[in-house]
C-alpha cells in the first residue's frame, strides 16, 4: 500500500513507473561461485537477468520489505545477494555502474511489528549497502513501527500520505 502511494505520488509528477513483484519471478540464491569477479555477471539464469539492467537504470529505485527477525525478508534479501555481481563490477573489475547518470536515488520502505530503535537496524543496514554499491548516493527511507495487522498502515496517521508525498516530491 505505501508503495502504491509512493507511486501514484510519482505518476502525478509525470514520470514513467514499474513496479516489479519479486514474487512473480524466479530468483535464486547465490552460490558464493564468484565467477562474477571475473566477468561482473552472475552464471545463474534465471529472472535477475531482466532484473539487473532495472536495477542499475532507473533513476530512483524503491525497494520494499516488511522485517523480518530484525532484516529484510528472504525475498527481496535473495534479490540483494544477487547483487554480488554488480558489487564485482565496481569493487572488482573498478566499472562505474552509472553510465553517465547522476544524482540516482534509493528509497527503502518498510514496515515492522515492533517499534523501538532496534526495529529497523539490520534492514538499514542491508539497504545502505546495497544502494551503495548501486551507487544510489541520494537516499530516503520511510519506515512505520507498530504495523502487524492488516490494515494497521490506515490507521496510522499520515502514513500512507507521506509515502504520496515523497514520490511526488523527489521525482518532481
Ligand atoms: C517471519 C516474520 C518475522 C518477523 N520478524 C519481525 C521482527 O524481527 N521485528 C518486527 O518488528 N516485526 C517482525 N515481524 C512482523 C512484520 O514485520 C510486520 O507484521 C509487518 O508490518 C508485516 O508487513 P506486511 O503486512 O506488509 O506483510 C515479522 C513477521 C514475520 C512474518
Redesign the pocket.
Request: aromatic share 12%.
Given at each position: 500500500m505505501l508503495l502504491d502511494e509512493f507511486l501514484r505520488g510519482a505518476k502525478g509528477a509525470g514520470v514513467k513507473t514499474e513496479k516489479v513483484a519479486l514474487r512473480d519471478l524466479n530468483i535464486k540464491h547465490c552460490t558464493s561461485c564468484s565467477k562474477c569477479f571475473k566477468t561482473g555477471r552472475c552464471v545463474i539464469k534465471d529472472d535477475m537477468r531482466a532484473l539487473y539492467p532495472k536495477l542499475v537504470k532507473a533513476d530512483i529505485l524503491v525497494v520494499t520489505s516488511?522485517?523480518?527477525?530484525?532484516g529484510i525478508?528472504s525475498r527481496p534479501k535473495t534479490m540483494i545477494d544477487r547483487c554480488q555481481a554488480l558489487w564485482a563490477r565496481r569493487h572488482i573489475l573498478g566499472k562505474d555502474l552509472r553510465g553517465g547518470r547522476r544524482n540516482m536515488i534509493g528509497v527503502f520502505i518498510s514496515?515492522?511489528?515492533?517499534?523501538s530503535k532496534m526495529?529497523f537496524r539490520g534492514s538499514i543496514d542491508t539497504m545502505t549497502t546495497f544502494f551503495n554499491t548501486l551507487q544510489r548516493a541520494r537516499k530516503y527511507r520511510l519506515l512505520f513501527?507498530s504495523?502487524?495487522k492488516?490494515g494497521?498502515i490506515k490507521r496510522l496517521k499520515g502514513a500512507l500520505m507521506s509515502a504520496y508525498k515523497l514520490g511526488k516530491r523527489i521525482t518532481g
Open positions: 516488511p522485517v523480518a527477525f530484525s525478508f514496515t515492522g511489528g515492533s517499534n526495529t513501527g504495523i502487524d492488516k494497521d
